[in-house]
T-cell receptor
């Protein structure tokens, strides 16, 4: 089974940096994903971590610590368009294709 | 890149009718697709795994006779909500793995918002 936990809501200022945390408890961990979802739209892929450490992609970075069951998504130079829900998802087992999602963090960027 | 098309994007139906939602992988073949359901302000809940040429695998608590899944080809999976009731109103999203997005990444369709009156 999975137990994926994220803060429900966060607010940050345009131009600032925000960190969204995700903790998980799962058996057979095989990767952690971050997706962005604007209201009423499909989730879009942001990042993927399977090994410990930091993955950087432009303004977005994601960190994973498997021993701690912990990940975070870091968003730099926040823009108004970054207001969205950010979903942490865990994949289990070898060969498994499906993802189990956390409740998502609704980020609001204010001027 | 990988593109998953979902249709219709919105559908309104009367209680007791059935509704079919299509999910297509446009530029890649997907032997496996996934159907998720999302309630307002909630995250995605996996409903079932759709396997090309075989029966779908349903998650615990999902009625297979209520949510019929057919994966007749490598690029098309359909979800039919049978005898829909107001409590079935939700946002349904399909996804597939592979294509230009890479083998590890799920690409999602744009979702279908079902409203049952």
């Amino acid at each position: 089974g999975q137990n994926i936990d994220q803060p429900t809501e966060m607010t940050a200022t345009e131009g600032a940096i925000v960190q969204i945390n995700c903790t998980y408890q799962t058996s057979g961990f095989n990767g952690l994903f971050w997706y962005q979802q604007h209201a009423g739209e499909a989730p879009t892929f942001l990042s993927y971590n399977v090994l410990d450490g930091l993955e950087e992609k432009g303004r977005f970075s994601s960190f994973l610590s498997r021993s701690k069951g912990y990940s975070y998504l870091l968003l730099k130079e926040l823009q108004m368009k970054d207001s969205a829900s950010y979903l942490c998802a865990v994949r289990e087992g070898t060969g498994a294709n499906n993802l189990f999602f956390g409740t998502g963090t609704r980020l609001t960027v204010i001027p | 890149g990988a593109v998953v098309s979902q249709h219709p994007s919105r559908v309104i139906c009367k209680s007791g009718t059935s509704v079919k939602i299509e999910c297509r992988s446009l530029d890649f073949q997907a032997t496996t697709m996934f159907w998720y359901r999302q309630f307002p302000k909630k995250s995605l809940m996996l409903m079932a795994t759709s396997n090309e040429g075989s029966k779908a695998t349903y998650e615990q608590g999902v009625e297979k006779d209520k949510f019929l899944i057919n994966h007749a080809s490598l690029t098309l999976s359909t979800l039919t909500v049978t005898s829909a009731h107001p409590e079935d109103s939700s946002f349904y999203i399909c996804s597939a793995r592979g294509g230009g997005a890479g083998a590890n990444v799920l690409t999602f369709g744009a979702g279908s918002r079902l409203t049952v009156l």
